[in-house]
Nanobody, 118 residues
Framework: QVHLVESGGGLVQAGGTLRLSCAVS????????MGWYRQAPGKQRELVAI???????NYSDSVKGRFTISRDVAKNTAYLQMNSLKSEDTAVYYC????????????WGQGTQVTVSS
């Protein structure tokens, strides 16, 4: 089994910063892409940022220039540095990892709440 645990969410004022972490554990052979997604109330889950195992990154237009995704391969951990937060960033943030554990599969974390007050 593969487990993802997110941390770092919370309540912050607009313009503030937060750093999310996502640690992958369990039984697997390798981790490929890791990504952060978010889901606001009444909306569909959307991609925020993704990073490949070679370090290539991609961001949604709504967070470009404000958020930075990174990963520590040795620690099987991904991070999302969120700066200049806006009220529209309020959502539950989920981490996803594409792992090879027998077969290639996508594993999700339980989510962490980010609330930005205006």
């Amino acid at each position: 089994q593969v487990h993802l645990v997110e941390s770092g969410g919370g309540l912050v004022q607009a313009g503030g910063t937060l750093r999310l972490s996502c640690a992958v554990s369990g039984s697997f052979y390798g981790i490929y892409d890791m990504g952060w997604y978010r889901q606001a109330p009444g909306k569909q889950r959307e991609l925020v940022a993704i990073i490949t195992n070679s370090g290539r990154t991609n961001y949604s237009d709504s967070v470009k220039g404000r958020f930075t995704i990174s990963r520590d391969v040795a620690k099987n951990t991904a991070y999302l540095q969120m700066n200049s937060l806006k009220s529209e960033d309020t959502a539950v943030y989920y981490c996803k990892a594409r792992v090879r554990a027998g077969v290639l599969t996508d594993a999700w974390g339980q989510g962490t709440q980010v609330t930005v007050s205006s």
